[in-house]
């Protein structure tokens, strides 16, 4: 079973829609938590750390839960702009020095 | 603030020639460096990390090695190039501790021909 895994997608959603994207870990000891995007042929970029107590960012809304051990990152309203690839990052406590990257779920958002 | 440096963007290398990519970070102090590689379509190989200088942890077995010359200065380098080496390059730094996210370099795209 992969570290980090992500539904690879590509998920299609009008202008407007709102859309989730669910991410699994297999250690129980992570620790930290983020979500990236990922433009075409280009660096990731953070988007926003996941807190234990969700955390909202204006559209963007992530959540963590630890007894299933999934994190969540849900867009409200979407624009055509969203449109990229999400990767879900995990740190764990035993890595003090790595973060594992999942493999990215891919986002288009259509007129 | 904290930038990050690497060069060059873009770089065609033919089989067998060396390869050296550099990448530079300001306005932070020991931080951990990283470097990966992305192949087209593919999620993120994590090739090197350091967690200080002279300090190389390698990920993968290959014909690629890293250096940590200088505190916020970190080296990808390579006598040999093959062609599988093609992809794109990234350079990341992160601060120590935990919750600290990690922050990417534009990167390199790397065609060996």
């Known amino acids: 079973r992969k570290e980090v895994e992500q539904d690879p997608g590509p998920f299609n959603v009008p202008e407007g829609a709102t859309v989730a994207f669910n991410c699994t870990y297999s250690?129980?000891?992570?620790?930290?938590f983020f979500w990236y995007r990922q433009d075409c042929r280009k660096e990731p970029k953070l988007l926003m750390s996941?807190?234990?107590s969700g955390n909202e960012d204006g559209r963007f809304t992530a959540q963590l839960n630890r007894a299933s051990q999934y994190i969540s990152l849900l867009i409200r309203d979407s624009k055509l702009s969203d449109s990229a690839t999400y990767l879900c990052?995990?740190?764990?406590?035993?890595?003090?020095?790595?973060?594992?990257f999942g493999t990215g779920t891919r986002l288009q958002v259509t007129l | 603030s904290q930038t990050i440096h690497q060069w060059p963007a873009t770089l065609v290398q033919p089989v067998g020639s060396p390869l050296s990519l550099e990448c530079t970070v300001e306005?932070?102090?020991?931080?951990?460096l990283y470097w990966y590689r992305q192949a087209a379509g593919r999620g993120l190989q994590l090739l090197f990390y350091?967690?200080?200088?002279?300090?190389i942890s390698s990920e993968v077995p290959q014909n690629l090695s890293a250096s940590r010359p200088q505190d916020r200065q970190f080296i990808l380098s390579s006598k040999k190039l093959l062609l599988s080496d093609s992809g794109f390059y990234l350079c990341a730094w992160r601060n120590k501790g935990g919750f600290q996210p990690q922050h990417f370099g534009d990167g390199t795209r790397l065609s060996i021909l």
């Open positions: 990052v995990v740190h764990y406590t035993g890595t003090a020095s790595k973060l594992t």
């Open positions: 250690n129980s000891a992570s620790q930290s």
């Open positions: 996941v807190y234990s």
């Open positions: 350091s967690v200080g200088i002279g300090q």
């Open positions: 306005g932070t102090s020991n931080p951990n």
